[in-house]
């Protein structure tokens, strides 16, 4: 027997016209069946020549029991092998006058009992059909019917372009500094300092033309950067503490003494004297800033070969916020020889935060004390020079009875004038 699930009356009509007999529709059987139930979930469009040409579950495999099975009421027997009468041909489908034909891709026929191809309409544009559909889909936002599929299924559009309505032909290229994924029903804009890229898939940074001689790019510092002309870093607002012969992990830790940068000797410095050096310097105690730690970071490498002395630091337990507070000592000319010096990383410039919408890579102007250089943008004044107002390109010279960074005395006094 067979199953009565998904059973309709278009398969009772396949099961009459198998069987030489006209009409088809469901009935009801006076027995049950017995033996095996071959099949369920038939589905048949009512042309097939044979039950087993509709889709049909695996055979022998059902889940039904003999209650459900399906009974069949036919008319009468064809006659001499002619058929006593003519089945219409469903939506989707046209006569050519012996079978039904279904309608090409891209068309379609809501109609029963189509007698030619002339009954099959075109979709209108961003909707698809299959073959033999009785109605046209209309394509979701972000997809398209243009690429690909020949008008059979809506395509999302690709990374880059967008459609914002549904039943869109073709999907529009994203505008200028925005981006989009597949499928998207709308472009992102980029952020500020970005732009998108030529395809529109994605957001890159953008091209930076020089800024004038006086600002700076806070996105155009990272550390260290150093002064083109004594390998100072940016940012430092002392003129009695520097950083000096920076490289890739750090730049040597200088105090002035006696118009005079020594380094700063390794004995008793601590991570908590890293950071206070750091804010001393007009820089970010967090070297995670530029930097993949969380502090600032410290180590110890030899003397400069010139070094007479060297000074050290004795802070104690009490929090600092500046090497100010401590006490500054400066050792005997044979200290150079016999210990190592601090060699120090911290993070970017403590600069004002930026107004909303401002990029990084806007040009700013370079703060007080500092003034501006060709390429890489701030340097601060040296000692003995001064600027007092922002966006700076030169420094002053103190007049006749003034200074700036220089102590005679033994406690270390950061600039901050």
Not at 151 to 177: E, F, I, L, R
């Amino acid at each position: 027997t067979v199953c009565d699930d998904s059973f309709n009356t278009n398969a009772a009509g396949v099961v009459c016209n198998q069987s030489g007999l006209s009409g088809g529709s469901l009935g009801r059987a006076k027995t049950t069946g017995v033996g095996t139930i071959w099949l369920k979930d038939v589905l048949c469009t009512g042309v097939e020549a044979d039950l087993t040409n509709c889709t049909h579950s695996e055979w022998n495999r059902t889940d039904c029991y003999h209650q459900e099975d399906v009974a069949v009421c036919c008319g009468a027997p064809r006659q001499s092998g002619l058929y006593t009468e003519c089945l219409p041909c469903p939506p989707g489908y046209f006569s050519n006058a012996s079978v039904c034909l279904p309608c090409p891709p891209r068309t379609f026929s809501n109609v029963s009992n189509a007698t030619s191809a002339a009954s099959c309409v075109a979709c209108l544009t961003g909707t698809v059909s299959t073959s033999g559909s009785s109605s046209c889909t209309v394509c979701p936002a972000g997809h398209q019917t243009i690429v690909g599929s020949a008008g059979t299924s809506c395509d999302p559009c690709p990374a880059g372009q967008y459609a914002k309505s549904p039943g869109a032909y073709s999907c529009t290229v994203c505008p200028q500094n925005s981006w989009s994924s597949p499928g998207s029903l709308f472009c992102l804009p980029c952020p500020p300092g970005e732009m998108s890229n030529a395809a529109k898939t994605m957001c890159i940074p953008e091209p930076l033309s020089a800024c004038p001689l006086g600002r700076f790019r806070t996105s155009q510092l990272p550390f260290p950067s150093p002064d083109p002309r004594d390998q100072q870093c940016f940012g430092g607002i002392s003129r009695t503490l520097r950083l000096a012969a920076c490289s890739s992990d750090g730049c040597r830790l200088e105090v002035l003494k006696s118009k005079k940068w020594i380094p700063v000797s390794r004995a008793s410095w601590t991570l908590a004297q890293a950071q206070v050096a750091c804010l001393d310097l007009g820089l970010s105690p967090d070297a995670s800033t530029w930097y993949p730690t969380t502090s600032p970071t410290y180590s110890y490498v030899t003397p400069p070969a010139d070094c007479t002395l060297s000074a050290s630091f004795l802070c104690g337990d009490a929090p600092k916020t500046s090497l100010a507070e401590c006490i500054m000592s400066v050792g005997p000319p044979d200290q150079c020889n016999a210990t190592e010096v601090v060699k120090l990383c911290c993070g970017l410039p403590l600069v004002a935060p930026m107004a909303p919408g401002v990029s990084p890579n806007d040009c700013r102007l370079c703060p007080a004390g500092m003034y501006g250089v060709p390429v890489a943008g701030c340097a601060y004044c040296e000692g003995g020079t001064y600027a007092s107002g922002v966006g700076q390109t030169a420094c002053r010279v103190c007049g006749t009875g003034f200074t700036l960074g220089d102590f005679e005395d033994k406690e270390f006094r950061p600039w901050v004038g």
